[in-house]
């Protein structure tokens, strides 16, 4: 079970990533982690750890998502 959260509600679903991710527009949604997925223009802010990780804050949500190594090559040119 995912959890699933937009600006105004959250919700469980059952999908596998694996399946939900052919169906979102990769311009739209990125993968950021093996179990995270982020609406790109809900990204509010990408910094560095103090271990050399990046984390992603999104707007509305107050704990940010660390950005696996797989997939920062995302954020290099922001």
Same mark, same amino acid.
């Given at each position: 079970?995912?959890? /699933?959260? %937009?600006? %105004?509600?959250?919700?469980?679903? @059952?999908?596998?990533?694996?399946?939900? !991710?052919?169906?979102?527009?990769?311009?739209?949604?990125?993968? /950021?982690? @093996?179990?995270?997925?982020?609406?790109? +223009?809900?990204?509010?802010?990408?910094?560095?750890?103090?271990?050399? @990780?990046?984390?992603?804050?999104?707007?509305? !949500?107050?704990?940010?998502?660390?950005? +696996?190594?797989? #997939?920062?090559? @995302? #954020?290099?040119?922001?």
């Amino acid at each position: 079970m995912y959890d /699933v959260a %937009t600006a %105004t509600d959250s919700a469980y679903i @059952r999908t596998p990533l694996k399946d939900l !991710i052919p169906k979102l527009d990769p311009e739209v949604f990125w993968r /950021v982690h @093996r179990n995270a997925i982020v609406r790109v +223009s809900a990204i509010r802010q990408v910094k560095p750890d103090g271990d050399g @990780r990046l984390l992603v804050w999104l707007h509305g !949500i107050t704990e940010p998502l660390r950005v +696996s190594d797989a #997939f920062r090559h @995302r #954020f290099r040119a922001t």
